[in-house]
């Protein structure tokens, strides 16, 4: 952003202002390619308004001086290169905005000031959330989805209907009947806090990339190429609006959203109908009570004439309908002084920052630590010095601004440069972990060739606060499915020390007097507490002697049962960074065996060159290469791992090849979103019955196996006339 002048506009000569203009068009057109393009916006909303005032204000001192290219009057960008674009039928409009309660009485007596001839009128009004996403328009024909567009600047969008056609509240067929010959209904697409989390943290044990908001990472979603990964987002949508209607839908705004729900859209169960500005603000105080517990981002509520005819009887201004305004929350903001910046591990050795905060208020709650994501985000930079979205420079001692919008996590959205002690440096990582003195690095990402903007902890196993996480995964459901060992009771045994690594799972039983002592201790503590803040006294205290522990034998059981896991599953549960269900089956199939993959994998760490003893293997690059010797180049984890074979001994991987099923020796791709099984499940499966599975379509593909938002290889297999079947068509022809 260039830097705003501060020389007032009446004192500008014509060259500075001619100069200013320039750089003010180039900046605010940069600003919107960022925010509306990339959905990385690079500079705060406030920065961007006041570029645009700067910019108006000369534009004002200066007629003659109007640029070709001056942003004002354009509003956003147009689209990125890469869609189709899209003429909407009727444009999309933004909201004029409202801040205060006053704000909403002005906007009522507006509307009565213009209805004031009809003496009987009662306007109403609708109040619903503004849902924090991306506006799309989904054009029905007939009752079937056709085309779906973002908004873009307004007049023109991108057509992106592979990927909300992977949308699940977004049907491909309207239910009920009375639709329109043809609608466009419009709505919201967003991300919950839950999904955001789970993608974060499925983002982080895979290695790929961080994400900082919902919002922009339901935009980021929208926008890919391919309509699988917007199908893993499980993107939500709420019908608001419609835009084209060869019919109205109903004759007021409530019945017709009404009816988007019984045509099988979601809308939001917090509209209401009012009268008057009260009511109103009422309902917006019920709303923003309750936007904490929402689960997803909502930034105000918006109000809207009920009646459809009053709705056109006020009309427009620029681009803006008269008869509804959005009603912000104010943004729940507090400064506070950054006192540290603790380090947290993850189970993949993720060093994850966290700002240690004077306690302060915001919102209601009390927040005492933020998030500081990694460590380019602290710098405000990447690793080559570039500016990255959304950064700061953070130093501990600085004066901050923080905000927290609905329940979402809190954030950092200003550092007060002005107000940094004078001896405040630029914050440092660690490089190693702070928890097992193990080297932590950052990663360069193949695909990229940029560095990954976490540092991890080398340590694995041997890093107490890997180990934690990591045990937990070695019992989780798709790695050994140990019935019973849940998060609980590893902590509990590993912080009592009963179980430091997997192999001493398998050794409890040989220790159960110990383990009923510490599960027994645990329960009377639990007790204890539930006294304390009961108030009340047990009656019939037992010994812990007394106890049955029918439960600790069906845990051991259990544990037993697992003795001979399947090699893929194994090698999943050893929770090597990279290294997930998929690669971890691929592996197996490769080495056949533990041993020969350890044998391979030492050999590799112990070579100059991986590439020279690691086999070439289709699906192994060189980032899970580069983790195995890490891994198996690990001394200390030779003895986590001996130690474990000696208890656990994984099934030697026998390829069983069903030479007669109808698909052996076939060549499939699947494609588009799979309903009824995951991607990996349906590889396997295909494996199994002897079929070869690609992840491109050409003309050796026998079959391609399309569920909803199949696109370009779907395209591809039509022209090389491949056949074309659908998920239940698989199940039928394998005999499911
Ligand atoms: S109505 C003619 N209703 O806010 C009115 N918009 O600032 C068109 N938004 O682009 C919009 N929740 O992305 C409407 N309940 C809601 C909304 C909503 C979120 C967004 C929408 C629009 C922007 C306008």
């Known amino acids: ?80 290169e890469g869609f189709a674009k899209v003429r909407h039928a009727v444009p999309m409009l933004s909201l004029a905005k409202a801040y205060t309660d006053e704000d909403v009485v002005d906007f009522i007596a507006r ?65 009920g009947s009375g639709w329109p010959e043809v609608i466009e209904i419009r709505g919201e697409v967003y991300m919950t806090y839950a999904e955001f989390q789970a993608l974060k943290e499925r983002s982080a044990a895979a290695g790929g990339q961080d994400y900082v908001n919902p919002r922009n990472t339901a935009a980021g979603s929208l926008r890919q190429k391919d309509p699988t990964i917007t199908a893993s987002r499980n993107l939500r949508f709420f019908a608001y609006a419609w835009g084209f209607a060869s019919e109205e839908p109903a004759p007021t705004q409530y019945e017709a959203v009404q009816k988007f729900a019984e045509w099988g859209f979601q809308i939001s169960p917090l509209m209401v109908r009012a009268t008057n500005a009260d009511e109103l603000i009422a309902h917006y105080r019920t709303i923003e009570a309750q936007r904490a517990s929402l689960g997803y981002d909502i930034d105000g509520v918006v109000y809207k004439v009920d009646q459809l005819e009053l709705q056109r009887r006020w009309g427009f201004v620029t681009g803006e309908p008269r008869w509804a305004i959005a009603h912000k929350f104010p943004a729940e903001r507090a400064t506070t002084v950054v006192r540290g910046i603790d380090i947290q591990v993850g189970r993949t050795g993720t060093l994850a920052p966290v700002a240690r905060l004077d306690p302060v208020s915001v919102g209601g709650v009390t927040v005492v630590n933020v998030t500081l994501h990694n460590e380019d985000y602290i710098a405000g930079k990447d690793s080559n010095g570039l500016p990255i979205r959304e950064g700061k420079d953070i130093r501990i001692g600085d004066s901050v601004v923080i905000q927290r919008a609905g329940d979402v996590i809190p954030q950092i959205v200003d550092v007060l440069v002005e107000k940094r002690p004078a001896d405040a440096v630029p914050y440092e990582m660690p490089h190693s972990c702070p928890v097992c003195g193990s080297p932590a690095t950052r990663e360069i990402n193949e695909k990229t060739g940029k560095e990954d903007s976490r540092r991890r902890c080398t340590g694995e196993l041997i890093c107490p606060a890997q180990a934690v996480e990591s045990l937990k995964h070695f019992a989780s459901r798709g790695a050994l499915d140990i019935e019973g060992l849940g998060a609980e009771n590893i902590e509990l045994f590993f912080s009592t020390g009963l179980v430091k690594t997997a192999a001493d799972i398998f050794t409890l039983k040989d220790r159960r007097a110990d383990v009923q002592r510490v599960m027994a ?47 893929d599953r194994f090698i999943f549960a050893l929770g090597i960074h990279h290294i997930g269900e998929t690669t971890a089956a691929v592996l197996a199939r490769t080495f056949g065996t533990m041993e020969e993959l350890m044998r391979v994998g030492k050999e590799t760490a112990a070579a100059e060159d991986p590439t020279t003893v690691f086999p070439s293997v289709d699906g192994i690059g060189g980032t899970v290469i580069d983790a195995l010797v890490d891994f198996f180049g690990n001394e200390r984890n030779d003895e986590v791992l001996d130690a474990l074979l000696a208890e656990v001994h994984p099934k030697p991987y026998v390829v069983t090849i069903s030479a007669d099923s109808v698909v052996a020796g ?71």
């Open 521 to 567: 201790e645990k329960r009377e503590e639990q007790a204890r507490a539930r006294e304390l803040a009961s108030g009340k006294t047990r009656k019939n205290v037992r010994s812990v002697e007394d106890r049955n522990y029918q439960g600790l034998d069906k845990l051991f059981a259990a544990i037993d049962a697992r003795r001979e896991p399947e090699l």
């Open 1 to 80: 952003m260039s830097d705003l002048s501060q020389k007032p506009v009446e004192d500008l000569t014509e060259d500075e202002a001619r100069a200013e203009l320039e750089g003010l068009a180039k900046s605010i057109a940069a600003a919107d390619i960022a925010y509306h393009q990339n959905d990385a916006p690079e500079i705060t909303d406030a920065e961007y308004d006041a570029l645009r005032q700067r910019n108006k204000a000369i534009e004002e001192a200066f007629p003659d001086l109007v640029r070709a290219d001056s942003p004002t009057g354009v509003v956003g960008a147009a689209p990125a």
């Open 666 to 736: 076939k060549t499939i791709v699947f494609t588009g979103s799979l309903e009824k099984m995951t991607r990996s499940e349906a590889k396997a499966m295909a494996e199994r019955l002897g079929a070869k599975v690609a992840g491109s379509v050409s003309a050796k593909t026998d079959i391609l196996v399309a569920g909803p938002g199949a696109g370009s290889k779907l395209k591809t297999a039509q022209e090389h006339g491949v056949e074309v079947i659908s998920e239940d068509e698989w199940f039928e022809r394998i005999g499911r």
């Open 111 to 175: 509307g009565r000031r213009f209805f004031e001839r009809d003496k009987d009128l009662d306007i109403a009004f609708t109040a619903e959330p503004k849902i924090d996403g991306l506006s799309a328009s989904l054009r029905y024909e007939n009752g079937v989805f056709v085309q779906g567009a973002t908004r873009g600047d307004g007049a023109v969008g991108e057509d992106i209907t592979a990927n909300l056609r992977t949308i699940k509240d977004i049907p491909h067929k309207l239910s």
